[in-house]
């Protein structure tokens, strides 16, 4: 008796995994069954922003479901990561992810999430570039030049960035380690108060998103002395990297991918990189990308994951190393 009980129990075994799946199976095949919610941890008309638009958009054309931005700024990004990772895990809700997601996971003493397990990156979207700025009419004409001056002045040389723990001021934490110099990183609240106080002639330089300044680069109001990404910006050839400038290992970019919550199912995250990966492959989306300072740039969902992670590494390492205090 025992044994036949046993051996019903095993045969019964697959119908009762079966149905444990059918959930899963049905959102699966339904997928997408109504309105995709991308929330975007930052305010409207940003480089984010137009980022996330432009992407939903064309997305909206291929899965014939609206797909919807949802703009959540503030706090780091915690408020729109805390709404995605607490939503259905079904592929309806996304959030547009960032380095400012990585740095958040280091910057903040505790979070109503965990960043590398509660959500599924699902592929990245783009990486724009970052660079270190001086006024049009600076005594420092090149990268090396501001190097020299700041080494023969320990402490005098001011640079600008926007908030404590920002990308951009961790960027310009990371700079000030990465060659080895005495500077006062000097934040602001916000880019125009950085750009108002570098043509004031209050700081010396600044660490800023290219896209946003690029106007007043090219009307020779600012002087891009170097970006800091890892190959020159396709909007600005002539000018070098940091690195091209005599600081080695220093790299930094700002990049938006996006996630859905952890437990959705791999047969959702498939097809919504398929979709993503065709999205930023078609020339109008990658045009006005580019448009943007963005290059358009999928990935694996592997890949995405692994870029995280190691943002989250990196950037915690910087934190910690600048003592930036925690929030």
Known sequence: ????????????????????????????????SKAIRLVV????????????????QKLSESLGQPVLVDNRPGAGGVVA????????????????????????????????????RDFAPVSTLGFFDIAIITQGDSKFKTLPDLLVYARANPGKLNIGSINIGST???AAELFKSSAGVDMQIVPFNGS???????????????????APVLPQINAKALRALAVTGAKRA????????????????????????IAAPAKTPKSVIARLN?????????????????????????STPEQASE??????????????RAKVPQQ
Do not use: C, Y
Not at 50 to 56: G, S, Y
Not at 238 to 251: I, L, Q, R, W, Y
């Open 192 to 210: 125009p108060a950085v750009i108002t106080a570098l043509r004031g002639n209050q700081i010396d330089a600044a660490v800023e998103i290219l």
């Open 307 to 320: 870029l995280l992670a190691s943002e989250v590494k990196r950037w915690g390492d910087v934190i910690v």
């Open 168 to 170: 951009q001021n961790l």
């Open 1 to 32: 008796m025992t044994t036949r009980r046993h051996l019903v129990s095993l045969l019964a075994l697959p119908a009762i995994l079966g149905a444990m799946a059918l959930p899963h199976v049905a959102v699966a095949q339904t997928f997408p």
């Open 274 to 298: 398929k979709e993503i990966t065709a999205a930023l492959n078609s020339p109008d989306v990658k045009k006005r990308l580019a448009d943007q300072n963005v290059a358009a740039q999928a």
């Open 234 to 257: 396709s909007v600005l050839p002539d000018v070098p990297t940091a690195k091209e400038s005599g600081v080695a290992n220093f790299e930094a970019a700002s990049w938006n991918a």
């Open 41 to 56: 941890p930052f305010g409207a008309g940003g480089v984010a922003d137009l980022t996330a638009r432009t992407v939903a």
């Open 81 to 116: 990561g805390d709404l995605v990772a607490k939503s259905d895990p079904d592929g309806h809700t996304l959030l547009l992810m960032s380095n400012g997601t990585a740095v958040s996971a280091g910057l903040f003493k505790s979070l109503p999430f965990d960043t590398l």
